[in-house]
């Protein structure tokens, strides 16, 4: 079975509430192996907005890509997710970082729908600082570890700050 990672983040509302219920409906349809813990990370791109919850967890599915990402994005709208501005605040975020070894990407005529490993996943800190929790020696293809990739993110530490251990106390 694939395993998969799975970003999450939150600055709108109750912020752990948000990431606990997307991950609670999201782990009736796959196997959640592992949770991160829970880090408060300053917004980036468009800073003029609240701080981020953020946390990753590690999972196995038989759901292929797309069809992973499409229960993603029903599930940030079960949550509760209003569309707004890129980069912008959100209720919830789920983002397919990575897929096993698998190097993806799918558009059509008129988007890029989905690529795998998240392309944007060596300058987000807050996204490696809780991959790093659960899963240091993934590789990304094409790109490196994830604890390599987090070390090469060292200048921006201040910026992400563990706040609790667990995203489900267990």
Aim: glycine share 6%.
């Amino acid at each position: 079975m694939p395993e998969a990672l799975i970003a999450l983040g939150s600055n709108v509302g109750d912020r752990l509430a948000f990431l606990r219920k997307a991950v609670g409906v999201l782990a009736e349809i796959v196997c959640v192996r592992a949770l991160s813990a829970i880090y408060e990370t300053a917004p980036m791109y468009v800073t003029d907005q609240p701080p981020y919850l953020n946390a990753a967890i590690r999972i196995d599915t038989n759901l292929s890509p797309m069809a992973l990402l499409t229960k993603l994005k029903e599930i940030e709208r079960l949550v509760g997710r209003h569309d707004g501005r890129r980069y912008g605040p959100r209720e919830i975020d789920l983002d397919l970082v990575g897929y096993g070894a698998l190097a993806y990407r799918y558009s059509d005529a008129k988007k890029l729908w989905l690529q795998v490993p998240h392309p944007r996943t060596p300058e987000r800190r807050f996204v490696l600082e809780p991959l790093a929790d659960i899963a240091p020696e993934y590789v990304l293809p094409g790109l490196d570890r994830v604890d390599r990739l987090l070390r090469q993110t060292e200048g921006d530490a201040e910026t992400v700050r563990r706040i609790d251990d667990a995203l489900f106390p267990i």
